[in-house]
């Protein structure tokens, strides 16, 4: 049973170039969560998703990004016109269908995306 | 406001002696506790999870003890390790009404074991 995928794993971009992170979830897990790493500091809520819909963007900044978990494939997190601020170690978690408050949330290895 | 602080900020210690990791939260309604591990340039991986109803919970030479009343957790090591060496982050849990779990990381307390 593979764990969390997140690809790629390191990402350059230019800025004003889009950035594309794709995560795919671990077998059984139907709840995807994305969370942002700045350099020397803790990890940050972004977007949780379900298939097909996002259940609690609270996290995302306004512009420019957009997250989702389409009913076949990866879950997306789409970063358009990037910025050097963007450039951020970008993780991926899931977590098995609701109801128990004991399910682990089960992390990816991240994508890290330099902005130059 | 929803906060989870941990201390210390750094630490490091000796190969094979033992330490202990704080965690203080203010998360509220609870749902449970973790600790994460996180390698430098790695994703966390869970080492415990505990709801309200547990007050200690081992994984090898990790245990975890959470007080609910006041709101306190702490990871302690075991016999330490150079392999120790990593962030460790205490992660609070809300069940919101959605059925999902909306968490608060701390900031993390960064190992260094030396040999």
């Known amino acids: 049973n593979a764990g969390v995928m997140q690809n790629p794993r390191h990402l350059v971009r230019r800025r004003g170039q889009e950035a594309r992170l794709r995560c795919s979830p671990m077998k059984g897990h139907s709840h995807v969560y994305w969370y942002r790493q700045l350099p020397e500091e803790g990890l940050k809520f972004m977007v949780y998703l379900q298939k097909e819909n996002i259940i609690d963007e609270s996290g995302m900044p306004k512009e420019r990004f957009s997250a989702e978990f389409p009913k076949e494939g990866p879950s997306i997190l789409r970063i358009q016109q990037v910025v050097r601020g963007d450039s951020a170690a970008y993780f991926c978690a899931s977590s098995p269908p609701s109801g128990r408050s004991g399910n682990t949330i089960y992390f990816g290895e991240g994508s890290w995306l330099t902005v130059v | 406001k929803n906060q989870v602080e941990q201390s210390p900020q750094s630490l490091i210690i000796l190969e094979g002696k033992n330490c202990t990791l704080q965690c203080n939260y203010t998360v509220s309604p609870f749902s449970n506790l973790r600790w994460y591990k996180q390698d430098t340039g790695r994703g966390p991986v869970s080492l415990t999870i505990?709801?309200?109803?547990?007050n200690t919970k081992s994984n090898g030479r990790y245990t975890a003890t959470l007080d609910a009343d006041t709101k306190q957790s702490s990871l302690h090591i075991t016999a330490s390790q150079l392999s120790d060496s990593a962030s460790y982050i205490c992660?609070?849990?809300?069940?919101?009404?959605?059925?999902?779990?909306?968490?608060?990381f701390g900031t993390g307390t960064k190992l260094q074991v030396i040999p």
């Open positions: 992660v609070v849990s809300i069940m919101n009404s959605g059925g999902y779990q909306k968490v608060t």
């Open positions: 505990m709801t309200f109803s547990e």
